[in-house]
């Protein structure tokens, strides 16, 4: 089995390697989301050791389990703010609304920009 996990900054490869930790180097299916022992470049022989146990993993990766814990012991991969305080990373989840966050005329752009990325995938 071969896993690549490739994106840009905070796209949401962190919940899939969360995910992919949980099921592959848990024993209990605990999700730590200041251990996540699933590199963000991981090779081949980092899975040589596979004990899968699948029975709580969704449960243990839901958005409100993790934003449980980061709310208790904060979030190692969480950026700063100009300031240099911590922001919150698993902050909107599924109530993301992007379309009343993003400026319209950013999104013009990036429709523009991306427009034949995005037919593709459905997205327009």
């Known amino acids: 089995m071969i896993i690549w996990l490739a994106s840009y900054p905070k ?3 962190t919940w899939v390697r969360l995910f992919l930790n949980s099921l592959f180097k848990s024993k209990d299916s605990k999700v730590d989301i200041n251990n996540i022992r699933i590199r963000q470049f991981p090779l081949r022989y980092d899975f040589d050791d596979l ?3 699948v029975d709580n993993i969704i449960t243990n990766c839901s958005f409100e389990n993790l934003q449980q814990q980061e709310s208790k ?3 190692s991969e969480a950026s700063k703010d100009q300031d240099g305080k911590t922001m919150k990373f698993f ?3 599924p109530k993301n609304n992007w ?7 950013m999104i013009n752009k ?3 920009t991306f427009q034949s ?3 593709t995938l ?3």
């Open 11 to 13: 796209s949401g490869n």
């Open 51 to 53: 004990k899968i146990n």
């Open 73 to 75: 012991k904060g979030f």
């Open 91 to 93: 902050y909107l989840g």
């Open 99 to 105: 379309k009343e966050m993003v400026n319209p005329k």
């Open 110 to 112: 990036i429709e523009a």
């Open 117 to 119: 990325e995005m037919k």
């Open 122 to 124: 459905g997205y327009l």
